[in-house]
Nanobody, 111 residues
Framework: QVQLVESGGGLVQAGGSLRLSCAAS????????MGWYRQAPGKERELVAQ???????KYANAVMGRFTISAEYAKKTVYLQMNNLKPEDTALYYC?????WGQGTQVTVSS
């Protein structure tokens, strides 16, 4: 059984920063493939960032240069540092691994 627990969402003004955390537990032997998705009201869930093979990172074009995904492998924890936030970043952010999803953490950016 795999559990993903997110934290770190909140309300921030445009231009501000937030850091999301996702702690994984259970049958996870590698965090390669762990990542963050988001879903805004009325929109489909989309990939934001992901830890890819050999520790590289993958980003959506909309967040490139503003968001950074990182990981503490020993703690099976993945982070998403979000800088220069924009109102269009407002969404429910989900941690994802394989077929597993976290409960989501709300990020709201005011203009």
């Amino acid at each position: 059984q795999v559990q993903l627990v997110e934290s770190g969402g909140g309300l921030v003004q445009a231009g501000g920063s937030l850091r999301l955390s996702c702690a994984a537990s259970g049958s996870i032997f590698s965090i390669i493939g762990m990542g963050w998705y988001r879903q805004a009201p009325g929109k489909e869930r989309e990939l934001v960032a992901q830890i890819a093979a050999y520790g590289s990172q993958k980003y959506a074009n909309a967040v490139m240069g503003r968001f950074t995904i990182s990981a503490e492998y020993a703690k099976k924890t993945v982070y998403l540092q979000m800088n220069n936030l924009k109102p269009e970043d407002t969404a429910l952010y989900y941690c994802h691994y394989d077929t597993h999803w976290g409960q989501g953490t709300q990020v709201t950016v005011s203009s």
